[in-house]
C-alpha cells in the first residue's frame, strides 16, 4: 500500500523558516514534491525533484527561499521554507508522480496534507 505521511507544519512568523518532511512508503517514486492549497484557492505547484535530484523545480514564489531535498535511503522528501511570507499560508501536500509535472492535478499520490500559517 503506498502512502505519504507529511510533518513539520505549524504556525511561524513572518520572516521564519519551517522544515515540511515527508514519508513515502509502499514504493519509490521518480518525482516527489509539495503542492499547496490556501483558503478559496486552487491548489499550486510549490516544487518537486526526481531521484536524482537532476530534474527540480520550484514555482517562481519558492525559488529563492524554498530548497527542496530527497533521501532516497529513507525515501523521504523535505521541504525548507525560509523568509516566510502570509502569502504562504496554505495546506501543504506531499505529492509523488512517476512523471515530470508542473501541473498539480497530474501527481497520482497525494499525502494528507499539513497547515502551514504565517502570521504577520
Known amino acids: 500500500q503506498v502512502q505519504l505521511v507529511e510533518s513539520g507544519g505549524g504556525l511561524v512568523q513572518a520572516g521564519g523558516s519551517l522544515r515540511l518532511s515527508c514519508a513515502a512508503s509502499g514504493r519509490t517514486f521518480n518525482y516527489m514534491g509539495w503542492v499547496r492549497q490556501a483558503p478559496g484557492k486552487e491548489r499550486d505547484f510549490v516544487a518537486a525533484?526526481?531521484?536524482?535530484?537532476?530534474?527540480?523545480h520550484y514555482s517562481d514564489s519558492a525559488k529563492g527561499r524554498f530548497t527542496i531535498s530527497r533521501d532516497i535511503t529513507t525515501n523521504t522528501v523535505s521541504l525548507q521554507m525560509n523568509s516566510l511570507k502570509p502569502d504562504d499560508t496554505a495546506v501543504y501536500y506531499c505529492?509523488?508522480?512517476?512523471?515530470?509535472?508542473?501541473?498539480?492535478?497530474?501527481?497520482?499520490?497525494w499525502g494528507q496534507g499539513t497547515q502551514v500559517t504565517v502570521s504577520s
Open positions: 505529492a509523488a508522480s512517476g512523471a515530470i509535472t508542473l501541473n498539480p492535478e497530474r501527481f497520482d499520490y
Open positions: 525533484t526526481t531521484v536524482s535530484g537532476a530534474g527540480t
